[in-house]
């Protein structure tokens, strides 16, 4: 690998240039969180950061220069051929008129403020066509920023952060060891929109498990509502073995929802949203219904109607759904009266037959952690 890259960054940053600025999860406490475990946190130094930008640089004049110009798509496949994907993805980046990057990896804002500033500036000198840096923040490290920190990062150029709030309660925050209040999300959460600097939350519905299936919701709300982030994602729990939270639900001390009742659960959400500006996305293929999008001003009520138009199947259709979901065969209800419709069925009697449905659609989820 020429340049070093982390393991994930948010589906909507998958056209991105990922530049890694620290290494792993500073905090690597949360319960239900697999990602870093194991691995070690480490900042990168400011000078092999620069080093590399510097080495981006040369690689996208190589390319340009192969190209005679704009980097197309024949180019791109050229590239990928020769030289494999770490080459192919700048090459790609570049053909989509390398706008976006995102720094890596979990908790950007522990770096110092000036050192993140000087990253952010040399990416925009280096690339001048750069016109959207974003990354993941911890709540926790947002909440002790200070206002000169953020009128700093805004002006050196970042533009969105991406923050794992998960849930506004306190209770369910205590329970799988987030490492924050949600006064403290929200202090945080105001201070990047106080800085003109876009917010994203990500909501991960059925975390509170049964016994906080109402105060889980309902306390989130609570939170977008004094924050009003741009964007809330929702993201469903899937409970992933290996994880602290795995062991708890096979002691019975946590007990995760359906997913039913994490569509009800959905449901009080978007109930106790205020009707601001901020847009709902489910961009991820473990929701059950992702046409919950939409502008909560605007579509709320929409994004209610699906819910419970969900919930008001009969317990067949819900569970046919759930299965064409997970086979990738359905992205909305509306699949349900569509073509793909009789060969889900087929496989529903087969594994029905076998009593294993629910087995399957467990493993089928499995796929996409
Ligand atoms: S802060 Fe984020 S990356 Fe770190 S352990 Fe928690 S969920 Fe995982």
């Not at 280096?126 to 700093?152: H, M, N």
């Not at 799988?176 to 876009?198: L, N, S």
């Amino acid at each position: 690998m020429p340049w070093e890259q982390g393991p994930i960054r948010p589906p909507s940053e998958a056209g991105s240039l990922l530049l890694r600025v620290t290494r792993n999860c500073p905090w690597n406490r949360c319960t239900f969180c697999a990602t870093y475990k194991g691995e070690r946190f480490s900042r990168r130094e400011r000078e092999e950061i620069l080093a590399e930008i510097r080495s981006l640089r040369q690689a996208a004049d190589r390319m340009e220069e192969l190209a005679g110009g704009e980097v197309t798509d024949g180019v791109a496949q050229e590239i990928y051929a020769a030289y494999g994907f770490p080459y192919f993805h700048l090459a790609n980046w570049l053909k989509s008129g390398g706008r976006n990057v995102f720094l890596q990896d979990a908790d950007s804002l522990v770096l110092p403020t000036g050192e993140l500033v000087t990253v952010l500036r040399a990416l925009k000198d280096t690339f001048p066509s750069v016109t959207r840096i974003t990354g993941y923040a911890r709540a926790a490290t947002l909440s002790r920023q200070k206002p000169e920190d953020w009128r700093e990062l805004a002006s050196a150029g970042l533009s969105r952060l991406h923050v794992g709030l998960e849930s506004g309660s306190d209770p369910v925050l205590r329970f799988v060891q987030k490492g924050v209040t949600a006064a403290r999300e929200i202090e945080g959460g105001q201070k990047v929109v106080a800085a003109g600097i876009q917010l994203c939350f990500y909501v991960l519905v059925g975390l509170g498990g049964r016994d906080f299936r109402t105060e889980h919701p309902r306390a989130t709300a609570a939170v977008v509502n004094a924050v009003r982030p741009d964007f809330v994602r929702l993201r469903s729990l899937s409970v992933q073995p290996g994880t602290p939270l795995h062991e708890q639900m096979l002691s019975g001390a946590f007990v995760p929802l359906s997913e039913d009742e994490q569509v009800e659960e959905i449901e009080t959400f978007l109930t106790y949203l205020d009707p601001y500006d901020g847009q709902v996305v489910s961009d991820h293929i473990l929701n059950l219904l992702g046409e919950v999008e939409g502008v909560l001003s605007r579509d709320r009520e929409r994004m209610l109607e699906v819910c419970r138009r969900y919930l008001s199947l009969p317990e067949d259709e819900r569970l046919l759904y759930r299965l064409g979901r997970r086979l990738g065969q359905f992205e909305s209800l509306a699949d349900l009266s569509g073509p793909r419709r009789a060969g889900v069925e087929e496989k529903l009697l087969h594994w029905r037959s076998r009593d294993r449905v629910e087995e399957v659609i467990t493993r089928l989820k499995h796929r996409f952690v």
